[in-house]
């Protein structure tokens, strides 16, 4: 089958330009040496020099993006991300017209100059390209385009004040480091396939959704112009899923705490037992917030959901602190009561029984499930 397919006279014919093409373009060519203008001086202000060309440009292309891993407590999102740059390299342009209208030809990495994108501010960059087998792409104006998976793992600064409800914004930047501003351009763009419906939603994982992906350009600029670069910037803003929480945490505390008032303020229990059934539930809040510590980014701001817990946390020791000064005021009023027996002395012998102590775990059972209510409130605020 191959045989048949080298023998067709037009497909030859191909094979021969091309061959002829590749020759004249490669004959002087040195990949080692860049096609980037520097007859400038970097001191003056971009476009001072009329006679010289505009600034090279390179764009960097986002064909789709995967978000692996977010870890808040290191503040880092690793993202794949399918990439295409552009480049132009006037020493790779051609007549269409000598060479029977070949307007383009693919050809390995290796043999042509190609820049060195560098992902600005991250903590990892793996590329997952085959070294030898690194293709490019060449049209006959000079123009050249390749494409690139790599893995970037970025620094992000997170808000979790609103944990787990919170939503996160990210930046992954790239640049041309050893290139003066003025003599190169940055440009950036996204391939608007990627923002139809179908495709976004894939490419969030099972914990974030990305919610919105944008790109621009901006300029990191110093004291000086010699250290200004353009920056292509891509933003995604990432939004959690606050099921897991939910489910795991919210609830079941809600649940604990709600039993534990029950279990505190139960006649038929001696003091004692009421203690420790508050003292377990004070040490099951405790280490819910140890594991929720190790979720998130050591900052100023207490999370939401921390400061629910905490909420449980203290409903509980009221709860104790009540048990504990019910039965002195019954040791301390009771006999008092009792030494002159009136109607409201009565009564407030009779209060003093199960109707305070009911009275008490009802109060603190409103307090628990307003507080319930108050963070699903959340939830449903995030779903909306």
Same mark, same amino acid.
Do not use: H
């Given at each position: 089958?191959?045989?048949?397919?080298?023998?067709?006279?037009?497909?030859?014919?191909?094979?021969?330009?091309?061959?002829? !093409?590749?020759?004249?373009?490669?004959?002087?060519?040195?990949?080692?040496?860049?096609?980037?203008?520097?007859?400038?001086?970097?001191?003056?202000?971009?476009?001072?020099?009329?006679?010289?060309?505009?600034?090279?440009?390179?764009?960097?292309?986002?064909?789709?993006?995967?978000?692996?891993?977010? *870890? #808040?407590?290191?503040?880092?999102?690793?993202?794949?991300?399918?990439?295409?740059?552009?480049?132009?390299?006037?020493?790779?342009?051609?007549?269409?017209?000598?060479?029977?209208?070949?307007?383009?030809?693919?050809?390995?990495?290796?043999?042509?100059?190609?820049?060195?994108?560098?992902?600005?501010?991250?903590?990892?960059?793996?590329?997952?390209?085959? *070294?030898?087998?690194?293709?490019?792409?060449?049209?006959?104006?000079?123009?050249?385009?390749?494409?690139?998976?790599?893995?970037?793992?970025? /620094?992000?600064?997170?808000?979790?004040?609103?944990?787990?409800?919170?939503?996160?914004?990210?930046?992954?930047?790239?640049?041309?480091?050893?290139?003066?501003?003025? *003599?190169?351009?940055? !440009?950036? #763009?996204?391939?608007?396939?990627?923002?139809?419906?179908?495709?976004?939603?894939?490419?969030?994982?099972? #914990?974030?959704?990305?919610?919105?992906?944008?790109?621009?350009?901006?300029?990191?600029?110093? /004291?000086?112009?010699?250290?200004?670069?353009?920056?292509?910037?891509?933003?995604?803003?990432?939004?959690?899923?606050?099921?897991?929480?939910?489910?795991?945490?919210?609830?079941?505390?809600?649940?604990? /705490?709600?039993?534990?008032?029950?279990?505190?303020?139960?006649?038929?229990?001696?003091?004692?037992?009421?203690?420790?059934?508050?003292?377990? /539930?004070?040490?099951?809040?405790?280490?819910?917030?140890?594991?929720?510590?190790?979720?998130?980014?050591?900052?100023?701001?207490?999370?939401?959901?921390?400061?629910?817990?905490?909420?449980?946390?203290?409903?509980?020791?009221?709860?104790?602190?009540?048990?504990?000064?019910?039965?002195?005021?019954?040791?301390?009023?009771?006999?008092?009561?009792?030494?002159?027996?009136?109607?409201?002395?009565?009564? !407030?012998?009779?209060?003093?029984?199960?109707?305070? #102590?009911?009275?008490?775990?009802?109060?603190?059972?409103?307090?628990?499930?307003?507080?319930?209510?108050?963070?699903?409130?959340?939830?449903?605020?995030?779903?909306?």
């Amino acid at each position: 089958m191959i045989l048949s397919i080298t023998v067709v006279p037009k497909y030859k014919d191909f094979l021969d330009v091309q061959t002829d !093409l590749t020759k004249k373009l490669f004959k002087d060519y040195d990949p080692t040496v860049s096609p980037v203008y520097t007859w400038i001086d970097v001191d003056e202000p971009i476009g001072y020099d009329s006679e010289a060309p505009k600034r090279w440009n390179y764009t960097v292309f986002l064909y789709y993006l995967k978000l692996v891993e977010v *870890q #808040e407590p290191e503040e880092k999102v690793s993202v794949v991300m399918e990439l295409m740059e552009y480049w132009y390299d006037a020493r790779l342009s051609w007549n269409t017209s000598l060479y029977q209208n070949t307007t383009s030809f693919y050809t390995r990495q290796a043999r042509v100059w190609s820049p060195t994108l560098t992902a600005f501010g991250v903590n990892d960059i793996v590329d997952f390209r085959d *070294q030898d087998n690194r293709m490019v792409c060449i049209d006959n104006f000079g123009f050249l385009w390749d494409y690139i998976s790599v893995r970037i793992s970025a /620094n992000c600064q997170m808000d979790v004040s609103l944990f787990p409800f919170d939503t996160q914004t990210c930046q992954i930047q790239f640049c041309l480091p050893i290139f003066y501003r003025m *003599q190169v351009e940055i !440009l950036s #763009e996204i391939y608007q396939g990627i923002m139809d419906d179908k495709i976004f939603k894939t490419m969030g994982n099972s #914990e974030w959704k990305l919610t919105n992906l944008t790109n621009r350009v901006e300029v990191l600029k110093y /004291n000086d112009n010699m250290g200004n670069m353009d920056l292509a910037i891509f933003e995604i803003t990432i939004r959690r899923n606050p099921l897991y929480y939910i489910y795991m945490i919210v609830f079941p505390s809600f649940v604990i /705490n709600f039993v534990s008032i029950v279990g505190v303020f139960l006649n038929e229990a001696d003091k004692m037992s009421r203690l420790n059934v508050g003292l377990t /539930n004070i040490m099951t809040m405790t280490f819910i917030l140890g594991v929720m510590a190790d979720k998130i980014p050591r900052t100023g701001n207490i999370p939401l959901l921390g400061i629910y817990i905490i909420i449980n946390l203290v409903i509980m020791l009221i709860a104790i602190a009540i048990v504990t000064a019910i039965t002195e005021l019954r040791r301390w009023a009771t006999p008092r009561l009792k030494m002159k027996k009136t109607a409201l002395r009565k009564q !407030l012998e009779i209060f003093l029984g199960p109707p305070l #102590e009911y009275t008490c775990a009802i109060l603190l059972e409103l307090m628990t499930s307003a507080n319930f209510l108050v963070m699903v409130g959340f939830w449903f605020d995030d779903s909306s």
